[in-house]
């Protein structure tokens, strides 16, 4: 059974796995509209350059395709720079889904934070559905073909979901799902407490203490550094030299002897024989 923090992680990433998919559809749909778009302006002004002979002809076809209020086949409007805005709004939504493919990839990070922050790691997934929907709505409100439709209605919802989950996660929704956040959460696992009593600052004091005992300078600079010293220096400067004889000529120096140990057998104990019978 897995905690519940486990189900969020693997919902918000299948939510964001979906966001990229849709994404990456409408990028490529508008590329293939962008196309068409161009073909049909094409199309219309090779008939255009023809109109001269449309009242000698009388071809109502070709009259009606030049008065209508579209380019036929297009999205392109009939219009003074109809086909500048047109071809400049496929671009920037081509640009608009690079961008949040970046943003959901998470990189780079420092950039988004700093010049995008609502699409950064501290802001939810609010601002990320909307701007979907936004995206979506823009083609869903021209007459395209099937695989843009389906594409810009896929990403109309994903964004209404996301919109959705930004509401109910807040700004916490993208640490949630971040794979880094497990490795923090990691970090912070060893308890802080046992029975009442805090350990939290024992457990800091240990590798300070290990880095004085076999770290000599270098650890006393360490630990000076950090603006605490946990022992004394002395204990540091002989931990450095060992326990051998250039530690105790160090020590001897300081006016520290080691003395004899006591014996361990009381004085009337019979001392061992060299042989036995």
């Not at 943003?103 to 699409?119: H, I, T, Y």
């Not at 004085?212 to 002989?238: H, I, L, Q």
Request: aromatic share 10%; hydrophobic share 45%; with cysteine.
């Amino acid at each position: 059974m897995l905690p519940p923090r486990a189900y969020f992680f693997i919902g918000l990433n299948i939510v964001r796995t979906l966001s990229i998919i849709a994404l990456i559809l409408v990028f490529a749909s508008n590329i293939v509209t962008l196309v068409h778009d161009v073909e049909a302006v094409n199309r219309f002004m090779a008939a255009k350059g023809s109109s001269s002979d449309v009242s000698s002809s009388g071809n109502s076809t070709l009259t009606d395709m030049l008065d209508c209020d579209y380019i036929e086949d297009s999205t392109v409007p009939n219009q003074p720079a109809g086909i500048f805005w047109a071809v400049l709004n496929r671009l920037l939504i081509i640009g608009q889904t690079v961008v949040l493919i970046m943003s959901e990839l998470g990189w780079p990070a420092a950039f988004f934070n700093r010049f995008f922050p609502v699409l950064g790691k501290d802001f939810g997934l609010g601002a990320l559905g909307i701007i979907q929907c936004l995206i979506g709505a823009a083609i869903l409100s021209h007459h395209v073909d099937d695989f843009t439709l389906v594409s810009a209605f896929f990403l109309f919802s994903i964004g209404c979901l996301n919109m959705l989950l930004g509401l109910i996660f807040r700004q916490g929704a993208k640490s949630k799902r971040s794979i880094t956040s497990w490795r923090e959460h990691a970090k912070n696992a060893l308890p802080t407490h046992v029975a009442g009593v805090d350990v939290h600052s024992v457990a800091s004091a240990a590798p300070t203490f290990m880095s004085n005992m076999f770290g000599g300078e270098k650890g006393r600079e360490s630990t000076a550094s950090n603006g605490s010293e946990a022992y004394p220096a002395s204990v540091g400067s002989r931990a450095g030299l060992g326990f051998g004889r250039q530690a105790e000529k160090a020590a001897a120096m300081k006016g520290y002897f080691i003395s004899k140990p006591v014996e361990s057998l009381p004085r009337y104990a019979p001392k061992a024989s060299g042989s036995t019978e």
